[in-house]
C-alpha cells in the first residue's frame, strides 16, 4: 500500500495550491485521512484531518479558514486546498491514513504514510 502526495510548488503570498493524496493497493474508505507538514528544521506537525464518512473535518488553528480538507465519496482522493498561504506554510507535507474511521491529530496515530510534496511560499 503506497501514499503519494501532490500539488506542491512555488507560490506567492498570498495565493493557493491543492494539495491530492491518492494511494494504490486499497480505497481507504473506512479509513480517517490526514495532512500533516513538516518545515525545516522542525516537528512534523498536524495540518488537517478528514473521517472515513466525510463527515467530520479538524484543523490546527494555524490553517483554520484558509485550508480546506475534504475526499470524495468517502475515499481516496483526499484534497487539501489551500488558499491565502503565508510563508510561514513552507514545508513537505505529507498525506497518512489510520486504522480507524474518527480524525485524530496524534501522528503516531496514523499507520500508513506517503512521500510528501514540498510547499514554498514566498514573501
Known amino acids: 500500500v503506497q501514499l503519494q502526495a501532490s500539488g506542491g510548488g512555488l507560490v506567492q503570498a498570498g495565493g493557493s495550491l491543492r494539495l491530492s493524496c491518492v494511494a494504490s493497493?486499497?480505497?481507504?474508505?473506512?479509513?480517517?485521512m490526514a495532512w500533516f507538514r513538516q518545515a525545516p528544521g522542525k516537528e512534523r506537525e498536524f495540518v488537517a484531518a478528514?473521517?472515513?464518512?466525510?463527515?467530520?473535518?479538524k484543523y490546527a488553528d494555524s490553517v483554520k479558514g484558509r485550508f480546506t480538507i475534504s475526499r470524495d465519496s468517502a475515499a481516496i482522493p483526499v484534497y487539501l486546498q489551500m488558499n491565502s498561504l503565508r510563508p510561514e506554510d513552507t514545508a513537505v507535507y505529507y498525506c497518512?491514513?489510520?486504522?480507524?474511521?474518527?480524525?485524530?491529530?496524534?501522528?503516531?496515530?496514523?499507520?500508513?504514510w506517503g512521500k510528501g510534496t514540498l510547499v514554498t511560499v514566498s514573501s
Open positions: 497518512a491514513a489510520r486504522d480507524y474511521p474518527n480524525t485524530a491529530v496524534d501522528a503516531t496515530l496514523y499507520d500508513a
Open positions: 493497493g486499497r480505497t481507504f474508505s473506512r479509513n480517517a
Open positions: 478528514i473521517s472515513a464518512s466525510g463527515g467530520s473535518t
